[in-house]
């Protein structure tokens, strides 16, 4: 008797990366019970791409800033919920090299301020 | 005609696809921003012409620089639009599609750069894609013509989909996530030794380092070619045409028409550089003392940026570009403007804000010596000790350095950060190069040789009827009590306008000493841009700020003349 492939459903596009979704669960609950205790939205966990050490990766929680910043950052591939690496970051307030997609770019370091990540574990 | 318009990303490929669909020559490379303008080509399908239009890179339809506003414009003209995306970075490139479509015009979609997406293991369903886009998705590999009779054979299928409506922001990207996980899949690959390069050249402690030394060698390797090929072609080439030009010179004797070809003979011999004849220095300054040295630099400089190494020096070199106003891209128009000064002031039209780009023309008119220039500067001055050649442009890198500064304080208007894609070293290949170079030597000779023409021809009728004499009388004061130079070399400032290389010539005969030299062929370079750049400046920046910026350059010189004479020649 062959044996029957049960029909799996498909698995979304968005639950692949399974660790990724893990860190944003741990940040939803973080962010919501801050909120509820009356704890100023602070996370620990979160900071600028430019405080990052050079190496690690983190998951972009927001793009702080204008419509034209927001636009222009994702537009070359910078957005929300995507894994930046820190590549590089040059002295006396230089820019600093990030990752996305396997791609390096380079961005100012006022602009990468205003980039912030959550690192994974 | 139908016009086709190339839309795209910066650095996807485009005007390689261009060349292929229309057998035109555009300069390619590997960073984005290298084509500033756009170029027409024609290209026939079955028994219609089209007309081919390329376009520069753009990453949406909001243009945050001079270049993106082109490529808007040019979409405006366009009846179908080929969008060209790269294949290994698919998600940021779809950005541009939807909008594309968005707009109602039939659009075909290229994915170039196919054969890298599959070596790094990006694998993307065809069917599926065209599915979810509703338009025809050819891939191609623009640098071997891969794909290319099929794109060309599909091109009639570009259609302007009803499926998709305009969207914002958001709703975009959620459709390019939705359809990137439809359609790609991305297996996992090994970090290289490319990786492992590209992360130490862009790193500050090790890029510094391998900066300088990359700069050093191919500052050597330029020299070394040029020597080379005058030693070896050029110069025993023109030992072979002397006897000709001595047959002409006693065949036509004495009279206005020996001065005009041959020129003055110096101890009864043909001096090439002095002689000033059409056919003596006419021909001898553009091809046996330019023409080797700008096989070399081009040559050299088309390796560099096929490699893909110039975005990386735009980072190292952002923090002390931003001393000076602008942000480390402008590193890039000042490498082109080392070879001539024109495409220079093109490329500065990556740079978002008119500050920018102000200073960035500006900067390379007035302290970036062209390589016609820096050929004669090492033909003429080197003769007299390296120890000269090293002092002009020790002189000129501080005047770039010290005009930067206060251009940066004197313009009013913005320097925003730099935002800069940096692209994976590929492997230069070595037809694109020798084709890009062998189009960059053409254009050379059909700008150079005219003017050199035109600046014997007027040197020859200036002296004939006195003019030079009576110039030099008016700007004694100046060129001779200011700079400390002979008053001759006034003229020498006005063929400068014409063609510097020309000029520099010019002061040989002038039996100056070897400091006077450096002073003149420093202020020749500071004083006034060419015509050429002159005119390309004039069509950039506008009337007002051309006036602006020329002021710039004449106070400039005046000051750096008396200083240089006062520290050089003592008095």
Known sequence: ?121 | MKKIVLMGNPNVGKSVVFSRLTGANVITSNYPGTTVDFSKGKMCLGKEGREIIDAPGTYSLEPSNKAEEVALEMFGQADLVIDVADATNLERNLYLTLQLLEQKKPVILVLNMWDEARHTGITINLKKLENELHIPVVPTVALSGEGFSDLVHRLDEARSPKEIEPMNDSERWMKIGEIIGNVQQVTHRHHTVWDWLSEASIRPLTGVPIALAVIFAALWLVSFIGETLITYIFDPLFTLYTPIVMGISTWLGPGFLHTLLIGQLIDGQIDYVQSMGLLTTGLYVPFAMVLPYIIAFYSVLAVFEDTGYLPRLATLSDTLFHRFGMHGFGIIPVFLGLGCNVPGVLAARSLETKKQRFIAATLIAISVPCMAKNAMVFGILGSFGMVYVVLVFATLFLVFVASGIILNRLIKGDSPEICLEIPPYRKPDPMTVLKKTWMRILWFLKEAIPFVFLGVLIINVLYAIGFVDWLGDIFAPVIQGWFGLPQEATTALLIGFLRKDLAVGMLLPLAMSPLQLVIATTLLTIYFPCVGTFAVMFRELGIRDMFKATAFMVGTAFVVGGAMRLVLLGI
């Open chain 1, 1 to 121: 008797m062959t044996e029957v492939q049960p029909d799996l459903p498909e698995i979304p596009y968005m639950d692949r990366d399974h660790h990724f979704w893990k860190v944003q669960y741990h940040l939803i609950f973080i962010l919501t019970s801050a909120q509820l205790l009356g704890i100023p939205k602070v996370n620990p966990m979160e900071q600028p791409v430019t405080l990052l050490e050079t190496g690690t990766k983190a998951v972009i929680l927001r793009l702080e800033g204008g419509h034209w910043f927001q636009h222009k950052m994702r537009g070359i591939g910078i957005r929300e919920q995507k894994t930046i690496r820190l590549v590089a970051k040059h002295p006396f307030n230089g820019p600093v090299v990030v990752e996305i997609d396997g791609r390096e770019m380079t961005i100012g370091r006022r602009m990468a301020e205003h980039i912030i990540t959550a690192v994974m574990e």
